[in-house]
């Protein structure tokens, strides 16, 4: 076997005579080579070239019939013209699969879905195999930069098309940027991730396949940022442009038409004011509009498309014009349907999953869980892995808060070092971690890059409680009424609310904390809520305590600054100070202004992402970035653990994971459109 270079991958040339069609090659088929030290895809024909064939196209039987249950979808053409003419060819990890079957999920209610069940049918112009580390094509048929990373230039495939059988093109993604991602009356305000340094890029669309993204200044990381994020870089402008008024003059009359106020109405019954792929749709959020409306969802690239959306939970089935096929030509994926259940109490989830009655799940699964899991796997017909998180539980408290006097001991960094060494990390570790966690401060970057002294890593972990109560002494957080219980320096009980969600921490650890934090005389009460409800109150500025999962990788933090800006994170994870995201929104006009660290922070992180890897400016930043975050104690870290990753036995084509993270979004580096089931 041999390898022939095709950029900077090298492509392995298999050992068979030229056939009329392509045999089902595989991973298991290469010799055992570790996982991403060869290509487990390719374009059509370097495919053909390396394996010495001529591939010839099948469809799934059912695809018609699948087909039919999408309101909106024209009759279906014949597959040839329905495959882009270079579709990606992805090799199975194990087998070539057999189409059928239907892939069951649970997910938290209330909410529209979960990253974990996002993520097997997510498709973006560029992923990270599942080396982690290797960026390579997905929507995208390649890439270049410029020599200083400030134009970022996409090529398309030609006769790519949209679930409703429209092209796909470089229109698209102009679409998106331009008339959805930057128009305020879809987003309030710009995603740090469409901006650099807070300045818009310019989207050129020279033809229909290329997308040249123009830079104000560098940053690399845009292309990790689309390897690893929800938020797509493109819209079906076909679809959702007939209702923007900037595309179509009479886009609102059309929305009138349809009982809706304008244009922008119909915009957010279909794609929302989030980049979530799994916001409701007009099924569930215009049940009363929806039979004038074009179609049901509005149509996707991905590798299902919804076909039924209710508050029980959604229904999905296989999308005909996806894009990829396997080394038979078979066209993908080969699962025809998916289902989706919400369950939002933790103990109903575990169950249904001991019962086996889900074929896979991660997001909401904590460490605690892992050993009714592990008990059960042979009776329930499941597996589980236990692999490393990329975050860390951890603690913030509400430096903005509404309460005044609560906001002075909150801002107070002895109050924040009290309450880190307060906290016994070796108990946490012992009895809900069951000793797998390497206590460990949160430091911003994770894993933390060698080039960052190490040091933080451990700063203000040591348990302490006498130094604890010091510290409470000096912040003026004692006890005054002599009930047993420190007060606030003006003589108001200070009691901490700890809300917390399992989908981002476990119930064990909040509790374990916050007997802690009682031994040194802070009184608290533990409560569970659901994540939107968390999310809610966290946005609302109403929480005291921040408790949930926290960090990212370095490639990722280069292409999104959100973890280093106040409020620290998006909705959807830990956050705290939102009056001075308040303030840096505004300009200064409203809200808390931050204090000089989180200024520095704000101009470093830009720094950063600007900056060449690996030069002294670069190194230097980043030490600063992660001083300041750590000395100041805005999050304060738990011990970093492995997580339990389920699926059913069923289901094949399954790897090992290298993490149990959302960071690099779940199944996403695994190819979770060659799973199959073998029942």
Known sequence: MKRLLFGSVALLAFPMAAAASCPGITVADMGGIAPGAFPQQYDLADFQTAAGCTMEFTENPAIAELNGKIRGNPEMPALADRLPEEPLVVVPYDAVGKYGGTLDALSNATEAGTS???????????????????????????????EDYTQLTFHLRKGHKWSDGQPFTSADVKFWYDNLALDPNVNEKPKDYVTVAGERMEVETPDDLTVIFKLPAPKPGL??????????????????????????????KLAQEMGFENGYAVIMAYFGNSDWTDTPTPQLNSP????????????????????????????????????????????????????????????????KLVNGEADYKTQSLQLADAPILLENQEKGGYSVQLKPKITIHAVSFNVTSADEEKRKVFGDLRFRQAMSIAINREEINETAYFGEGVIQQYTGFSPLPDYVDPKWKTFATEYDPDGAKALLDEVGVVDKDGDGFR?????????????????GIAGQVVELIGQHWANVGIKTTVKEITPDEYRSAQSSNQLDVGLWEKGQPVGIVLGNNELWVPPFNNYFDHRTGMLWAEWVDTNGASGVEPPDYVKQMMDDINTLQSAPSGTDEFKATANRLVENMVSNLLFIGTALTPDPIYHRNALKNFPEFKTASYEYYRTYPYRPSQWYFDE
């Open 116 to 146: 974990d069940f996002l993520s097997v049918r997510h498709v973006n112009l560029v992923r990270y195999s599942d080396d982690l580390e290797t960026i390579v094509p997905n929507v995208a048929k390649s890439w270049e930069w410029n």
């Open 487 to 503: 007060d606030l320096p003006n003589g108001a009980p200070l009691v901490l609310n700890l809300q917390f969600a399992t989908q």
């Open 288 to 351: 009363d509009k929806i039979a004038k409306m074009p179609a049901d969802t509005m149509p996707t690239l991905e590798s299902h498309i919804v076909i039924r959306d209710t508050t029980e939970g959604r229904h999905f089935v296989a999308n005909p014009y996806f894009f990829q096929v396997d080394t038979m030509g078979q066209q993908l994926p080969y699962i025809n349907e998916l289902d989706e259940v919400y369950a939002n109490d933790q103990e109903v989830r575990l169950l």
């Open 223 to 252: 292309l990790a940022h689309f390897a690893t994020h929800f938020a797509q870089g493109f819209q079906p402008k076909h679809f959702l442009g007939q209702f923007h008024p900037d595309i179509n003059p009479d886009a609102d």
